[in-house]
Structure formats: structure tokens, C-alpha cells
């Protein structure tokens, strides 16, 4: 299992064509690195597909989600922010097409 000790999700859409390289410099141009045990969430515009880059200490893994049906809950553009930290209960309703903004602790949002 891979270990993840942070999530982050980006505000802004990423084409889903992207591979780990761009999907990798999306994150180093945000945050300055791709941190050991961090996630990285990005979304394409229509939120029907979802991209998770992670750090595993050694090397990066990038996995994808489509959904058939209906889209991602995603946080809006409109925050001023490039990215959002979340919580792991936030991060499984998210991925289960859940209201992810409701649950635990208000969002702690980092502005880039």
C-alpha cells in the first residue's frame, strides 16, 4: 500500500492526454516539488475524469478514474487558490461522487 500522508486538490482542470511528466510539472510549477507521501488530485473540465499524481518516497505513480455517469464534486475556481488540502475522509467522498465540502473540518486552503 502506498503510504499518503497529505492530499492536495487542484483547483484548476488538467487536459487528461497528460502524462506523468506534465501531470509532474503541474505540481512542481504549484508547489516548488512533488513532496514524499503527498497526493495530488487534478481534474479535467467536465470533472469525469480524475488524475492522482503520488510521491511514494522513491518515485512518482499517476492513476486515473472515470466515472460513466455524472462527475466529481470539484471545489471552484472561483476561491482565488490553485489548490485545496483535504482531509482522507473528504478525499473518499470525493472519489465516491459524494459533497466532500461538507465533511470534518473546514478545508484548510493554501493560496499559491
Not at 37 to 55: E, G, I, P, S, T
Not at 56 to 66: F, M, T
Request: aromatic content about 8%; charged content about 20%.
Amino acid at each position: 500500500m502506498i503510504r499518503v500522508d497529505a492530499v492536495w486538490l487542484a483547483v484548476e482542470p488538467l487536459d487528461m492526454r497528460a502524462g506523468t511528466d506534465t501531470a509532474l510539472g503541474r505540481v512542481v510549477r504549484v508547489f516548488g516539488a512533488a513532496r514524499p507521501h503527498h497526493a495530488y488530485l487534478f481534474a479535467n473540465r467536465r470533472a469525469n475524469r480524475l488524475k492522482v499524481l503520488v510521491h511514494d518516497g522513491i518515485g512518482v505513480w499517476l492513476c486515473a478514474r472515470r466515472l460513466h455517469q455524472g462527475r466529481f464534486l470539484w471545489a471552484s475556481t472561483g476561491l482565488g487558490t490553485t489548490s485545496m488540502a483535504m482531509t482522507r475522509e473528504q478525499l473518499d467522498a470525493l472519489i465516491l461522487g459524494l459533497p466532500w465540502q461538507r465533511l470534518g473540518e473546514a478545508s484548510v486552503i493554501r493560496v499559491v
